[in-house]
C-alpha cells in the first residue's frame, strides 16, 4: 500500500511541478509525546502509553492548472521492537485541479471528513484513527488518511460531492499493544503482554473494485441553515461481524442514508445529523455473526459563553433494528446494549493569556451503557513556533464489553512539546 | 437697548439649541462617513496582512494572512474571506465572515489537516481576533447606527484638522461604554481613538500610524492598539493592497473555503 501512495505522490509531483511557473513551498513541525498509563494492571507490554517523536514535513506546490499538497509523517517509536522503530506514513499526497467553472477534483491520498457532530460521527464514516484519539496525538490524527478521488460539482442547486476510494480502509482500533481491548471469546480485556495472540489485526476485504468504498453528499444553503443528504456504500469501519468459519472478525457489508442540517440559532450553532446503516450482510437480523442494522440520530448545541470560553452539547440516539432477535442471541449473564442506545458529549474550551493558553475537556457519557470517556488537555503556546501540552484520557465502564468501558484499562496521561517551522 | 439684549440672547438660546441638535446630527453623519471611508473602501479590497501581537514584555507573536473583503451594500453587509499564512501551525487554515449590518455576523472556519468546516458561534463580536489586541468589531467595524454620537469639536492632532466625535452605545456593550475618535477632516479616516470602559478609565487606544494613497483611496496602511488595560500593543501592517479588483460573491462560499481562490491567494 505504502508502496503505491509513494508512487502516486511521486507522479503527481511530477504533474504539478513540471510547469514552469510553479513554485514548492515546504514547513511541518518536530513533536515529541510521551504518555503513561495510569492503571498498572492494564494488559500491555509497557507502562508508558506512548514515546514518539515525529517529524511532519508539508509540501506544497501551486501550479496554473492544478495544486499539488503533501504532508509526510517521519516516527522514531520508543516503544517499538528495535526493527520497527522507524517508521513513515504519507498522509496526505494529493492534486488539486478544477475542470471548468463547476467540477473540483481532488485525487490521491487525502483526509475526508463532513457531517455535523463534535466527534460524533454518524454520516461521516471516512476512517478515523482511534488509537491516536485515546494515546493524546494530535486532533488531526483522529481522521486516518485514504487513497480516494473526490469530486465535487457545484450549480444552482447545491454541491454534489463524491467520493470515491479504490480500496477499503478501516478504522485503526486499539491493537492490545499500547492499548487493551475486550474480548468476547475470553470474556475480559486483553492485551499482549498476556499473550501475543491478542495482536487484534482483523483482515480487512480483499482489494477488488467489488470491495471499493463510495460516498456522495448533496449539501446546500437553505437561509441561515446547511443543509445535506448522504450516501454511503462499503463495510462498516470496525470489525462488527464474525467469520462463523474461522470465528475471526470480519467488516461487514454496510449501507447509510443520513441527512443533516446545522445553522445559527439561539446566540449558537445547532446541528441536527441522522442515517441509516443497513447491514447488508444481516438484512433480517437473524445473523447472530452480523450485526443488525440500526438508526442513529443527534442534536447537539454550541455557544460562546463568556469571552473565550465555548461550550457545547450533543445527544445520540442510536435505535437498533430487529432487536427481539438480538435479544434472543445474547449470552445470559452478560450485558448487552438496550434497544436504544444514548450518549451524550460535552466540549468546553477555554482560551486564556491572549489565546496563548487553551484548557479543553471533552466527556462521553452513556446513561445505559454506563460508561464514559473523558478527555482533557491544557495548551501552552509558549511562541509562534513552541507549543506545550499536557492531557490526559480517562476511561470508565460498569461492563467490560462496552464501547468506552472496554477501554477502562487504558487510563493515561501525556505530555507533548511541538516545535513548528 | 434692554430690547436689543433679548432679541440677541433670544436668538443666542435659538442657535445655541440647533447647534446642539445640529452636532448631534452632524457628528452622526460624519460618523457615517469615516466608517464608511475606513470600512468600506472601494468596493472590494485585497491585502497581505502582517499582525504583530507585542505583549506586556515585549515578546512577539506574529500573524500573517490575505484578507478578501467585498462590499454587497455600501454600508451593509460584508463579506470577509482570510486566508492564514503564518503562525505555521495554522497556516493554509480560512475563515470566512458574513457580516450583516442587523443581527448576528456568520463566520466559518476550515481546518485543512483534517479536512472540517465548522461555523463558529458568532455572538461575541468583541472576542480577539487571533489572539491580537482587535477586536472582531475592530477590524470588521462597528456598525455607527449602533452609537449615540456627539462632535466634540475640532482640534489639530499631526498637523491635521480632526473632528473629535464622542460615541455612547445605545445598549449595553463590552468593547466600551464611551469611545473618542479623532476623525481627519480631509480623509475622514480616524487617526486615534479612545476606548473608555464603565469606570471612564481609558482601556485601549487605537492610532493610524501610516496613512498612504493606494489606487486612489487613502488608506490607513498601519494601525496600532495600545491595550492599556492589559499593558502590550498590537501592530497591523496592510501590504500590497489593491481597491475594486471584481471580487465575486461565490468566493464567499464553502466551496473556496476548502480550496483557497488561487487567483488572489498565493503564497
Known amino acids: 500500500m505504502k508502496n503505491i501512495t509513494y508512487i502516486l505522490a511521486l507522479l503527481v509531483l511530477l504533474v504539478v511541478v513540471s510547469p514552469t511557473h510553479a513554485e514548492l513551498y515546504t514547513d511541518g513541525y518536530l513533536q515529541g509525546l510521551f504518555g503513561g498509563q495510569l492503571e498498572s494492571d492494564n494488559p500491555t507490554k509497557s507502562d508508558q502509553s506512548v514515546s514518539e517523536t515525529r517529524l511532519q514535513l508539508r509540501m506544497e506546490s501551486i501550479g496554473d492548472n492544478g495544486e499539488f499538497f503533501s504532508r509526510v509523517d517521519f516516527l522514531y517509536d520508543g516503544l517499538a521492537d528495535e526493527d520497527n522503530q522507524y517508521d513513515w506514513e504519507i498522509r496526505e499526497a494529493y492534486l488539486k485541479f478544477k475542470l471548468g467553472s463547476k467540477l473540483d477534483f481532488k485525487v490521491g491520498r487525502q483526509i475526508l471528513t463532513w457531517g455535523t457532530g463534535d466527534l460524533i460521527f454518524i454520516n461521516d464514516v471516512f476512517a478515523k484513527d482511534y488509537r491516536s484519539f485515546f494515546l493524546g496525538r494530535d486532533d488531526q490524527y483522529l481522521k486516518a488518511p485514504q487513497t480516494a478521488l473526490r469530486m465535487e460539482y457545484y450549480n444552482s442547486i447545491g454541491a454534489f460531492s463524491f467520493v470515491f476510494a479504490p480500496s477499503f480502509e478501516s478504522n485503526r482500533l486499539p491493537t492490545g499493544e499500547r492499548l487493551s481491548y475486550y474480548n468476547p471469546f475470553i470474556g475480559s480485556i486483553v492485551g499482549t503482554a498476556m499473550d501475543e495472540n491478542f495482536y487484534f489485526n482483523p483482515d480487512e476485504p480483499a482489494k477488488t473494485f467489488g470491495n471499493s468504498e463510495f460516498a456522495a453528499r448533496f449539501q446546500k444553503q437553505v437561509g441561515m441553515y446547511s443543509v445535506a443528504l448522504y450516501f454511503y456504500k462499503g463495510f462498516y469501519k470496525n470489525p462488527l461481524g464474525l467469520d462463523a468459519n474461522t470465528m475471526m472478525p470480519v467488516y461487514p457489508r454496510m449501507e447509510l442514508h443520513g441527512a443533516s442540517i446545522r445553522g445559527a440559532k439561539f446566540g449558537g450553532i445547532v446541528w441536527l445529523e441522522g442515517g441509516y446503516y443497513n447491514s447488508k450482510d444481516d438484512p433480517d437480523g437473524d445473523n447472530p455473526f452480523m450485526p443488525n442494522s440500526s438508526v442513529s440520530g443527534m442534536v447537539g448545541f454550541e455557544r460562546q459563553i463568556a469571552t473565550g470560553l465555548t461550550a457545547n452539547l450533543q445527544w445520540q440516539a442510536d435505535k437498533m433494528m430487529e432487536y427481539d432477535s438480538f435479544v434472543a442471541q445474547q449470552t445470559p449473564g452478560l450485558h448487552y446494549r438496550e434497544e436504544v442506545k444514548h450518549l451524550i458529549t460535552s466540549r468546553v474550551t477555554k482560551m486564556m493569556v491572549d489565546e496563548t493558553v487553551m484548557v479543553s475537556g471533552f466527556v462521553f457519557y452513556s446513561p445505559d451503557e454506563e460508561d464514559l470517556y473523558f478527555r482533557f488537555s491544557t495548551t501552552y503556546n509558549y511562541s509562534d513556533e513552541i507549543r506545550l501540552t499536557v492531557g490526559a484520557n480517562v476511561f470508565d465502564g460498569n461492563y467490560a464489553n462496552t464501547e468506552f468501558g472496554q477501554f477502562s484499562l487504558n487510563d493515561n496521561i501525556y505530555t507533548k512539546m511541538t516545535y513548528n517551522f | ?267
Open chain 2, 1 to 267: 437697548m434692554k430690547q436689543t439684549m433679548k432679541t440677541v440672547l433670544a436668538l443666542l438660546l435659538i442657535l445655541g439649541i440647533s447647534s446642539g441638535y445640529a452636532s448631534a446630527q452632524d457628528a452622526n453623519e460624519l460618523m457615517k462617513k469615516s466608517h464608511l471611508a475606513y470600512f468600506y473602501a472601494g468596493d472590494d479590497g485585497v491585502s497581505d496582512v502582517t499582525m504583530t501581537i507585542v505583549s506586556k514584555k515585549g515578546k512577539e507573536r506574529v500573524r500573517e494572512f490575505i484578507m478578501i473583503r467585498l462590499d454587497n451594500e455600501e454600508g451593509g453587509d460584508q463579506k470577509y474571506y482570510t486566508y492564514f499564512k503564518k503562525p505555521s501551525d495554522v497556516s493554509r487554515v480560512t475563515f470566512m465572515v458574513h457580516k450583516t449590518s442587523v443581527g448576528n455576523d456568520q463566520r466559518w472556519i476550515y481546518v485543512p489537516s483534517i479536512d472540517l468546516i465548522k461555523p463558529i458561534s458568532a455572538d461575541d463580536k468583541n472576542s480577539s481576533f487571533v489572539g491580537s489586541d482587535f477586536s472582531y468589531e475592530d477590524v470588521s467595524g462597528r456598525h455607527w447606527t449602533e452609537d449615540n454620537h456627539t462632535l466634540k469639536g475640532e482640534e489639530t492632532l499631526d498637523g491635521k484638522t480632526v473632528y473629535v466625535i464622542e460615541s455612547i452605545p445605545k445598549e449595553k456593550y463590552k468593547g466600551f461604554s464611551r469611545k473618542v475618535s479623532y476623525i481627519d477632516k480631509e480623509s475622514m479616516l480616524p487617526l486615534k481613538e479612545e476606548y473608555y470602559n464603565k469606570k471612564d478609565k481609558l482601556v485601549k487606544e487605537f492610532v493610524a500610524v501610516k496613512i498612504e494613497v493606494v489606487d486612489g483611496i487613502t488608506t490607513i496602511t498601519t494601525r496600532r492598539m495600545n491595550n492599556i488595560k492589559k499593558g502590550g500593543h498590537t501592530i497591523v501592517d496592510f501590504n500590497k493592497i489593491s481597491y475594486n479588483v471584481g471580487v465575486k460573491d461565490e468566493i464567499f462560499t464553502e466551496r473556496y473555503l476548502k480550496n483557497p481562490p488561487r487567483k488572489y491567494i498565493k503564497k
